[in-house]
T-cell receptor, first 117, second 114 residues
């Protein structure tokens, strides 16, 4: 019963480098999300996906790209990392869409801590 | 538009005393409301949810919250704090219909003093 698994857990990048964060869920959830968590700002939605092959922009999408080639995986990419992208990134999944009457409950991964120097 | 305000960024209580974490929300609809807990270096875990059924909602680990529409509040309470309750707590609002975003509060850090 792994739930949502994120890799890697920690990463240090230099400005301009690229990387990909991987999120995998084994609950057959349709919907997946990437958030970033910064002190004093709560969680902010970067991108989300409502199904395999679909993605959409969230609140703070600039500088990030995503892909959902398989239902169970949701990848977050940074093409050219900047110090402003230093953050803790959380992946989440749910069986209902955000804001649907189904009382969307999110299952979160443990987080990926990214530092950009 | 929806928003959520957690009125305290830090709360400190003694072990065995009551816990009150305050949350006010704004929504144009009849929202769903949630409390999540985040222990250090962990992901967020659902504590409880309100979905327009009973206004007093019971969650895990003895926590409960009461939805008060007239006050637009959804405060989290627990009668007696345990050391293991030390964590960060997030109030979350979600409007129904379509793919509206889920809005998180900025979080309240709960410290439990032995």
């Amino acid at each position: 019963n792994a739930g949502v698994t994120q890799t890697p857990k920690f990463r240090v990048l230099k400005t301009g480098q690229s990387m990909t964060l991987l999120c995998a869920q084994d609950m057959n959830h349709e919907y997946m999300y990437w958030y970033r968590q910064d002190p004093g700002m709560g969680l902010r939605l970067i991108h989300y996906s409502v199904g395999e092959g679909t993605t959409a922009k969230g609140e703070v999408p600039d500088g990030y790209n995503v892909s959902r080639l398989k239902k169970q995986n949701f990848l977050l990419g940074l093409e050219s990392a900047a110090p402003s992208q230093t953050s803790v990134y959380f992946c989440a999944s749910s069986s209902f869409g955000q804001g649907s009457s189904g009382a969307n409950v999110l299952t979160f991964g443990a987080g990926s801590r990214l530092t950009v120097l | 538009a929806q928003s959520v305000t957690q009125l305290d960024s830090h709360v400190s209580v003694s072990e065995g005393t009551p816990v009150l974490l305050r949350c006010n929300y704004s929504s144009s609809y009849s929202p769903s409301l949630f409390w999540y807990v985040q222990h250090p270096n962990k992901g967020l875990q659902l504590l409880l949810k309100y979905t327009s059924a009973a206004t007093l909602v019971k969650g895990i680990n003895g926590f409960e919250a009461e939805f008060k529409k007239s006050e637009t509040s959804f405060h989290l309470t627990k009668p007696s704090a345990h050391m293991s309750d030390a964590a960060e707590y997030f109030c979350v609002v979600s409007d129904p219909g379509g793919y509206q975003k889920v809005t998180f509060g900025i979080g309240t850090k709960l410290q439990v003093i032995p």
